[in-house]
């Protein structure tokens, strides 16, 4: 199975408000995380990655923050906006000699205008 | 820049029917090569992978096969399709092993019947 999980397979804002949307993996081994966003019938693209040594990684509208003693991700979104309605996955990489990636069922996010 | 194509975008076929998927990359050499399955609602399961020409890992036993004739080309195969491998297949490419965000193509919709 795998073992990267979600907490909210849904999530639904107001535009304008924060979206907060959690993730949790098993594997402490891991050391690399990095989160995506996935529109309808599209791939995946990347939004913001974090190594096991930083807490936390700011980029445009975007914050991931890595708690390692529960094993815990979260990416944090500023200003919702409709264009970031999506289907949202994390990933973990435990520093497999092949760099896979091990990917989570995702959480769509509404925005509502 | 590098780019990722996959083709066709979408394939109905029937049961019992070979299938290729093809997907290049183009801007880099040396990319590390991965297919995903995407069922509808679902996350991202990892078929194969490759490190180089010729070098096939696969994830998972299944009705598929992968190849790599080219540097930047991956290969997905069938020689009998089932019902279960209808989905959504993701080609992805990576610069190197561990730690490195991937990168997606725009994928193929599959659906067998």
């Known amino acids: 199975g795998e073992s990267v999980g979600l907490h909210l397979p849904t999530l639904s804002v107001q535009e304008g408000d924060n979206s907060i949307i959690n993730c949790a993996y098993s594997?402490?081994?891991?050391?690399?995380f990095i989160w995506y966003k996935q529109e309808s019938g599209k791939g995946p693209q990347f939004i913001i990655d974090i190594r096991s040594n930083m807490d936390k990684r700011q980029g445009q509208r975007v914050t991931v923050l890595l708690n390692k003693t529960v094993k815990h991700l979260s990416l944090q979104i500023a200003a919702t906006q409709p264009g970031d309605s999506a289907v949202y996955f994390c990933?973990?990489?435990?520093?497999?000699?092949?760099?896979?990636?091990?990917f989570g069922k995702g959480t769509k996010l509404s925005v509502k205008p | 820049s590098q780019t990722i194509h996959q083709w066709p975008a979408t394939l109905v076929q029937p049961v019992g029917s070979p299938l290729s998927l093809e997907c290049t990359v183009e801007g880099t050499s040396n990319p590390n090569l991965y297919w995903y399955r995407q069922a509808a609602g679902r996350g991202l399961q990892l078929l194969f992978y490759?490190?180089?020409?010729?070098?096939i890992s696969s994830e998972v036993p299944q009705n598929l096969s992968a190849s790599r004739p080219q540097d930047r080309q991956f290969i997905l195969s069938s020689k009998k399709l089932l019902l279960s491998d209808s989905g959504f297949y993701l080609c992805?490419?990576?610069f190197g092993i561990g730690g490195h965000e991937q990168f997606f193509g725009p994928g193929t919709r599959l659906t067998v019947l």
């Open positions: 990933a973990e990489n435990y520093g497999g000699s092949q760099g896979n990636l091990i």
């Open positions: 992805a490419w990576s």
């Open positions: 490759s490190v180089g020409i010729g070098q």
């Open positions: 594997n402490s081994a891991s050391d690399y």
